[in-house]
């Protein structure tokens, strides 16, 4: 295959996440998931031209799994791999854009981790492994919250003392940039729009998830803050609460903030609400059976979603569409459906047929002609990653 051939990375704390992307090709020649790194079950899961395979890593370590890897990249690419993307989710404002991996860039990195305790350390375990791996490669840190950078002061300021801003970078920082800028040029290219005059609303579900307000290709708010756990109801994330909640917890309880914060990050969300699963599949298929907690969850996803939407809106001069994405906004239509009925104002008449059609990758408009426009659109943060590493090494 002719073109320039990228490895992009999103390496958790065990786990490696990875994908060939061949800048000719809307298809990846290869793609998989390396699992339980460091376990007895460690297992490699990858499809090479369409064929789907499975093995076991058995206690592998994250630089082992790259091992394993080479020869399947090289046998992709023909020996022709021109660089590599590594996903960072937090560069703290240091970064706008994409940046080549250095030790001084590396440096920051981990000075962010304070920031993102769950995600930084996890990329830099990638990150080490890849440059021992490959050392003489052109290698490239995407960070999810570059493309937050563009939000105005008065979107990132927390109403704090100065000092903790200026000393201390606490501010909003925002995350799932990356998708958020495929999503909206996306949509633009969808709806026959420039990028450089178009309004969108961002809704991105998943297991995280997050909205965005994007003007003219640029980010004006998003719904997280300085961690990944401010903004939405997520699968095992609380999203905004009280920040008083902590001391009352601490004071009623005994717990302390270690405790509070695994609860918050790893035990709420949809799982604590419905105190069945995170995962919203599951949470329709229970709901639908009569379940009241799982009946619950979804509402109050789709009703905190809506909030947030309508939030968002107060960073756009005009509403160009509302486009939803990620495994629960690409597939759940009942969440949709759900969120739409708690945004009247906004003038959206749902094309139910159309609604149930785009799941499963399927993109396309579901509101009726008439109405203010609103997206399915699938994202694609691994082809976002390869075409700044590529913007790179073209400059």
């Avoid at 981990?110 to 993102?116: I, N, Q």
């Avoid at 640029?218 to 997280?224: I, K, L, N, P, Q």
């Avoid at 509302?322 to 708690?342: C, H, Q």
Wanted: glycine content about 8%.
């Amino acid at each position: 295959m002719s073109g320039r051939n990228i490895l992009v990375i999103n390496s958790g704390s065990s786990s490696v996440k990875f994908a060939l992307v061949n800048e000719n090709s809307d298809e990846f020649p290869l793609q998989g998931l390396a699992e339980r790194l460091g376990s007895d079950d460690a297992v490699l899961n990858w499809t090479f031209e369409g064929e789907k395979h499975v093995t076991s890593l058995h206690g592998a370590t994250h630089k082992e799994a790259f091992e394993r890897l080479l020869p399947m990249v090289q046998k992709a690419s023909h020996g022709s791999l021109h660089g590599i993307g590594h996903r960072i989710v937090h560069g703290g404002a240091h970064f706008t854009k994409a940046t080549q991996l250095r030790p001084d860039v590396i440096e920051v990195i981990e000075a962010a981790a304070v920031l993102a305790p769950l995600h930084n350390p996890a990329g830099l375990i990638g990150v080490q492994a890849s440059l021992e791996l490959y050392p003489d490669l052109p290698q490239f840190a995407v960070f999810d919250t570059a493309f937050h950078q563009t939000m105005p002061d008065h979107a990132f300021r927390y109403a704090v003392p100065e000092v903790l801003y200026t000393d201390h970078h606490v501010r909003r920082y925002g995350f799932h940039g990356t998708s958020h800028m495929y999503v909206s040029r996306k949509a633009a290219e969808i709806t026959n729009l420039p990028v450089e005059d178009s309004c969108w609303l961002i809704a991105h579900l998943g297991n995280g998830s997050s909205t965005c307000a994007v003007v003219n290709g640029e980010s004006r708010d998003t719904s997280m803050g300085l961690t990944p756990l401010e903004g939405l109801v997520m699968g095992t994330r609380s999203g905004d609460v009280d920040p008083s909640l902590a001391n009352h917890l601490n004071r009623t309880l005994g717990w302390d903030l270690a405790k509070i914060e695994t609860v918050l990050t790893k035990e709420s969300g949809l799982l604590g609400l419905s105190g069945l699963s995170n995962d919203m599949r599951t949470l329709l298929e229970a709901s639908a059976q009569g379940n009241e907690k799982a009946t619950l969850a979804i509402e109050v996803f789709c009703y905190r979603l809506a909030k947030s939407l309508a939030s968002m809106s107060c960073a756009l001069p005009r509403l160009d569409g509302l486009v939803f994405t990620g495994g629960i906004g690409e597939n759940a239509d009942i969440v949709r459906s759900k969120t739409i009925g708690y945004l009247p104002f906004f003038n959206i008449t749902l094309d139910e047929e159309a609604n149930q059609r785009c799941v499963r990758g399927v993109a396309g408009q579901i509101s009726a002609a008439n109405s203010t426009r609103v997206l399915v659109v699938p994202t694609n943060e691994e082809r976002q990653i390869a075409v700044e590493t590529l913007a790179l090494l073209d400059a």
